[in-house]
């Protein structure tokens, strides 16, 4: 089976409007002789429907960085599916470990928020990860198992065919630390595994299930080289163009 390489970028809170169209036009034209890699933009959703226009006429698609359970209502300052949908953008992160910790996100709100996003054809992005404290204490596989379990929790087959998984350690994420390519793909295993067992062989073959957690030019290749580990969630790297693009150019070159 051979699954497509996809890279993103969260750009989390980072990049005013006029910064946020720069780097998507450096991004687009230091990528534009990409064939064989999907290549995903996540900018905030102040400059969501003017980067959605930069890149339109490229292969760079957009998402957003979270959403509102709520398709819409009185909640000041949530951004709801439709809207997201409505700039032009086909994905959406979810449950970014992120916003686990500091915004209170449950397994269970982010399996409600799956189902609202398919159900507006978004793709999301479905962030999974364990602490230090439980890497430690041997329980990485309990804990991502529990989390895509509650992620998942009462989808078909078919909604799962449009997902992709985000690994991503939260030991590893902008602390400059990355799992070595074997504890990641040992991870990437597990939860294929798990795939395989709740929705069949076909839907865990074809899962894209990226990598994320100090991703950067240096390591790209050892860790893409796994052969579970079907593309990048990049941070840091992902805000300059020379560095995303290096990362891109790297999973290029491994599906030629």
């Given at each position: ?123 999301p992005i479905v962030c999974i990860g364990e602490t ?45 630390k990355t799992a070595t390519p074997e504890q990641a ?72």
């Open positions: 089976m051979s699954r497509k390489t996809i890279i993103a970028g969260n750009w989390k809170m980072y990049k005013t409007n006029v910064e946020a169209l720069q780097l998507a036009n450096q991004v687009k034209i230091k990528t534009k002789d990409i064939r064989h890699t999907g290549i995903i933009i996540c900018p905030p959703f102040t400059a969501l429907a003017a980067v959605a226009e930069v890149v339109n006429d490229s292969a760079i698609a957009v998402g957003g960085q979270t959403m509102c359970v709520e398709k819409e209502g009185a909640f000041t300052g949530a951004i709801s599916a439709g809207m997201i949908k409505s700039t032009g953008a086909i994905h959406v992160i979810l449950g970014h470990s992120e916003r686990r910790q500091y915004f209170g996100e449950t397994d269970e709100l982010v399996n409600k928020k799956i189902k609202t996003a398919l159900e507006f054809g978004l793709k230090l404290e439980q890497r430690e204490g041997n329980i990485t596989a309990e804990v991502v198992t529990k989390q895509l379990r509650g992620a998942l929790a009462d989808l078909e087959p078919q909604h799962v065919d449009r997902l992709i998984v985000a690994y991503e350690p939260i030991w590893a994420i902008g602390t400059g793909q040992e991870v990437h295993s597990v939860i294929r595994g798990a795939i395989t067992e709740w929705f069949g062989e076909t839907t865990a073959d074809n899962l894209v299930i990226q990598y994320g957690g100090s991703v950067k030019p240096e390591n790209a290749e050892s860790l893409l080289s796994q052969p579970d580990i079907d593309g990048a969630l990049v941070g840091g790297a992902c805000l300059k163009a020379d560095s995303f693009s290096a990362i891109i150019h790297t999973a290029e070159g491994l599906k030629r």
